[in-house]
């Protein structure tokens, strides 16, 4: 797999060589809070040079990451006269990487324009120009005439473009316009004002942008997928350009030893003998490299280089009679974290390839063999590293932006092109299609059309569904998914065990643990709980012990919120600029080892973070109450957790945040009757919503006066509830202040 690691830039054969636009530049990192360590190493020279498809690879390629020239005008402008200065690509134009700094708004377009110097065409020759990802809605022209459009944020697409250069300077203009979370387009958790679980949004283009010379007829696209019971690996060799009679002949080989070869059609599916196959697994991530040539008359016309893993993935019964999650039929628990993608210097857009790579390479050394990549499709390489280093990834649906009917369109056009562009990745054993009840709809219609379209992974239909809400019956849920899934903070918690479904834990822990200068915002900074690193160790093995217990219970999967901070949630195992480890990660392995071996041990360039303490004089009861809270999970009885954080609070302890104080009298209100108790709760919320007035804390107040019989002024704080409820959650949260006005239960 060695020329798929740095595997860089050669000069194309029309003529075309590596050109940076303006090469003497007044470009440099703008002023950021946190900075990771390959920031510095970025400059105009060395954008992200690396081949950026590994599954696919040719050698007559051109990057042009670099400097273009950018313009901000209004939507609805043609293309600018002038433009602003210019910009670092392929980082997001809000991100400090680019030299840019800028928001850009809904009512706006965003323009690049960079020139290539003069390409002779050759004949029998195509030149396609790729773009790795553009957020959201982009139409691409070369010199003025247009390429073609496309909409969506996290997909690649191409355009062939040969008919439009010609033999002098060529201009490449794209513009954009991207509502970030003011439209219909899946955009994960970018907004335009961020703070609390969402962040800075990303517009245009974020990914690799690249040239590429291919034959009049080329591979467009492979379709691989391992049958490790059948011993072949199926292939579909999918072609562009011009239509004639082809052959396709494909090699598999290992170490440079060719283990099995076939021929066969294009747009129709081979099979590759694998005889006795050396599976794939975080353990032993094992790839076989692929070689694929279109031939016609006997002649090689177009050749690429690929890879791929032999590995299956299975919901099957334990001897005890539990499902769970199975790898190559060997019972694999799934040890996970909640990975966002996001970067302190580019956002979207990893500094470098070496930083890229870091973040799996980090969170397998902690002791963890999965990943949820959340609401977020990273570029190829990241999944490629996933692939080669061995890491489990459930791979998130980008959330639907909302009810809409364009919104519910967007949202399965580009499920559906997630799907087939990540498909070949053998790392990838589960899609997530709903998180938390965010916009969801049809999930029983949807969750089959992904099982159907994919029915060689696992699928998880919602992620978060809190089976104790409602009423609804806890085997709809999940209907057709193979995980009965459910989020609990700080945690852990156990799934419902239902016939035909693993049970995993979703999301679970964000402890917040700040270290001071390595803060994104100190002011605003938070977590679910907060406490000191010199805590963290041993509060953090106290809650993996139990999730153990749960294992035996039967559960086969949870994710850890989170490997690193992302702006103000400072929930991370690590610093938001990569630099600080909270828990020694030797202490992290060797908790870890309960549930998974411990083989991955190298040196990140990490440091330990010290121990100071938050001033708090009463911070054992503290520590005791987050015992207590778990505890009342398992019996109910919440009189002794209620009554020792009225304690606390009145004596002036500090250590809760307004979130977590919330989070606990919503438990109050669903477990207990006791008015006792219901008015301890509601004394906290009092306190609470006078610190921090937001959607969850106003709600929590509303729902505690409502149950306490106040239900007009449980109707004016739901009210204000729902006018700052972000627009995923105002149907939850509207469907509440319903039920009150009409006299109905909003307890559990």
Known sequence: MKRFVKHLAVSLTFSCTAHVLHAQTNWQLQPVALQTRWAKLVSPTNALPEYPRPQMVRDNWQNLNGLWEYAITD???????????????????????????????????????????????????????????????????????????????????????????????????????????????????????????????????????????????????????????????????????????????????????????????????????????????????????????????????DVVSSYFGMRKIAVKKDPKGQERIYLNDKYTYNLGVLDQGFWPDGLYTAPTDDALRFDIEAIKAMGFNTIRKHIKIEPARWYYYADKLGMLVWQDMVTCASLKPEAKEAFEKESAANVAQLYNHPSIISWVLFNEGWFTYDQLRLTKWLKSTDPTRLVNGHTGENYEMDGQEVAEKWANADFADVHDYPGPGIAPALPGKARVLGEWGGIGVPVKNHEWDAVAGWGYVKITPAELSSRYASMVKKLKEYETQGQSGSIYTEPYDVEIEENGLMTYDREIIKVPLDTLRKIHAAFIPQTFNMDLGLKNADTTSIPDPFRPQFLAILEMEADAKKTHDWQPMTESVTDYLNKGGTSFSPTKISSMAQKVFNGTADTVLLNQALKWMERVVEIERNTFTMGTYANLLYRLGDKENALKWMVKSVELAHEEEIPEYQAIYDKMKKGEKTWK
């Open 75 to 301: 939507k609805d402008a043609t293309k600018p006269v002038i433009f602003a200065g210019e910009i670092l690509v392929p980082y997001p134009i809000e991100s400090a990487l680019s030299g840019v700094k800028k928001a850009v708004l809904p009512s706006q377009r965003l323009w690049y324009r960079r020139t290539l110097p003069p390409i002779s065409r050759l004949e029998g020759k195509r030149i396609l120009l790729h773009f790795g990802a553009v957020d959201w809605q982009s139409t691409v022209y070369v010199n003025g005439k247009q390429a073609g459009t496309h909409s969506g944020g996290y997909q690649n697409f191409t355009y062939d473009i040969t008919r439009l250069l010609k033999e002098r300077d060529n201009e490449i203009l794209v513009s954009v316009w991207d509502p970030s979370d003011q439209g219909i387009n899946p955009h994960g958790k970018q907004v335009l004002a961020p703070k609390g679980i969402r962040y800075t949004a990303t517009t245009g283009i974020w990914q690799t942008v690249w040239l590429e010379t291919v034959p009049d007829t080329y591979i467009s696209s492979l379709v691989v997928t391992p049958d490790v019971d059948g011993g072949f690996l199926s292939l579909t060799v999918k072609t562009g350009g011009m239509t004639g009679t082809y052959k396709v002949a494909a090699f598999a080989s290992t170490n440079g030893k060719i283990i099995s070869s076939v021929k066969g059609k294009t747009n129709e599916t081979i099979k590759i003998p694998v005889p006795k196959a050396h599976l794939w697994s975080p353990e032993d991530p094992f790839l076989y490299d692929l070689s694929v040539k279109l031939i016609q008359n006997g002649d090689t016309s």
